[in-house]
DNA sequence: TCTGGGGTCCTCGGGCGT
DNA sequence: TCTGACGCCCGAGGACCC
């Protein structure tokens, strides 16, 4: 096995339990959950709901009695909270470690081989420590020769509280060996649900047992990705830290709703309302799309289902509120069937570009476009200086018909000046 | 009544040109 | 002029991740 390379996996405990947490210290040690958006399924748990056999993206409405009965402190997801306190982790990382990729919203990769540190064992404890001490979030930290190894280190790290939050096989076979053979199928990174059953149906039931496959075969049932996974397993670096911010290939807004949805005029609001979120994303990333994507879809649980999608291109590249919503709504027309109520939509931007690195159309309207940019800009700063959108499309409507429900949302503590924590005297 | 949202990557298959 | 084989491109859809 090669140790020429080393990284290490930061994650989250419980991520945005933890995130309540911090501004309810009362919540430690008790059950608490938080709920996705449409406060639809359980998205985080601590350690004291997981206990109870509650699963992750269990549908709330099913559990909700057993909650109750547990007596579990319950959040609908607070993302913009999230995402600050995740920021604040990533800072303390990057004074770590120069080459960190942030995987996710709870999870960091680093590659340490160029870090010239006495023990990686002691550098990784060493942040452990500081992110709990600064932000009060409780880490788990895995060190090993693969990125994909790293991650079930962290999820060893994570499942035996005894030990102090990190993991390492660095420098010894027999680590990874053992490692791979207490890791279910279920829980490697890179086979989904669907491949693991596939494969337990095999006898395939642990991480190791998958190194005893031909490449050939793990590759032709599960593709080059199957494979890769394989090579991570066995020691040999098939994937790399990207710490590079990649551009993003789409951006979009997509929601499920309240209720089902059958009317053409309250569908025709939330698609404007996407679009227009939308397109304010994309002038924030400095971007132009080059194509907008509308779907809508009927509950999935429903006896009569239903999924579509239209696609429109632009013949310029355009990053206009109203250009945008005009296309998806075309789509919307396309795919709109009165007979069915539909529970989720979406708009999703494709074939981005930098802003004016695009090849402009020989029939590009200069004038107006010029005029269209300082619009956009002055709307998206307005919007941004409130924190809500106070200007809005016409075709948007006033009221949201279709609006998710978030019934126990705690505050934006640290993003929105009125709803700082405030400490008694 | 009530089952998330935002991404990436990969395969497949139809349309099209040669 | 027609037809089949082949490769390329691209959109649709699935699997996967957190």
Redesign the pocket.
């Known amino acids: 096995m090669s140790t020429s390379r080393v990284y290490a996996l930061i994650d989250c405990n419980n991520f945005f339990v933890s995130c309540e947490r911090v501004f309810r210290p009362d919540l430690w040690e008790k059950p608490v959950a938080v709920l ?3 406060d ?2 359980i ?1 985080a748990r601590s350690n004291e709901v997981k206990a109870l056999g509650i699963p992750m ?1 269990a ?1 709330y ?1 099913q559990w909700k009695d057993q909650l109750t009965a547990a007596n579990v402190t319950l959040f609908s997801g607070n993302f913009p909270l999230y995402g600050d306190i995740s920021q604040r982790i990533v800072t303390l990382i990057r004074r770590a470690a120069p080459t960190v990729e942030v ?5 960091s990769f680093v590659e340490l081989s160029d870090l010239r540190v006495a023990s990686y064992e002691e550098w990784a404890l060493s942040l452990r420590n500081q992110i709990w001490q600064y932000l009060g979030v409780p880490v788990s930290i895995g060190l090993a020769p693969t990125k994909t190894l790293a991650k079930a280190a962290a999820e060893y790290a994570k499942k035996h509280p005894d030990n102090p939050g990190v993991y390492s096989i660095l420098g010894d076979d027999d680590g990874r060996i053992d490692l791979l053979k207490w890791l279910p199928i279920g829980d ?8 693991s059953a596939k494969l337990r149906e095999l006898g395939v039931a642990t991480a190791y047992d998958i190194t005893t496959l031909p490449d050939t075969w793990v590759q032709k049932h599960f ?3 199957g494979l890769r996974t394989k090579l991570e397993l066995q020691g040999v670096p098939a994937l790399t830290v990207e710490a590079e911010h990649e551009p ?9 709703f309240a209720h ?1 949805v059958r009317n053409y005029h309250e569908l025709e609001a939330a698609i404007a309302n996407f679009a227009a979120v939308a397109a304010s ?1 994309l002038r924030a990333s400095g971007e132009v799309a080059g194509g907008v ?1 509308t779907f809508i879809r009927t ?3 429903t006896e009569q289902q239903r999924s579509v ?3 429109t ?1 632009f013949s310029e590249a355009t990053e206009q509120t109203g250009e945008i919503i005009e296309a998806a709504l075309r789509n919307l027309q396309q795919i709109y069937d009165p007979d069915f109520g539909y ?2 939509a ?1 708009v999703v931007l494709t074939g981005l570009a930098t802003t004016g690195a695009w090849q402009a159309s020989l029939f590009a309207r200069q004038q107006d476009n010029g005029r269209n940019h300082a619009l956009m800009a002055a709307v998206d700063e307005i919007n941004s200086k409130y924190g809500v959108r106070l200007i809005k499309h016409a075709t948007e409507g006033l009221g949201k018909d279709w609006r ?1 429900k978030r019934e126990m949302r705690s505050p934006n503590y640290t993003g929105n000046w009125h709803e700082l924590p405030k400490v008694k005297a």
């Not at 490697?188 to 491949?195: E, H, I, Y």
């Not at 993003?248 to 499920?256: D, E, G, P, W, Y």
Request: proline share 4%.
């Open positions: 996705s958006n449409n639809g399924c998205v993206g549908p409405f995987y996710s919203v709870d999870e490697v990174w890179g086979f989904g649900w669907r491949s593709t080059i990705r993003q290939a789409s951006i979009a807004r997509t929601r499920s089902r994303k994507v509950g999935k649980h999608s239209a696609y291109p529970k989720r979406g998710s």
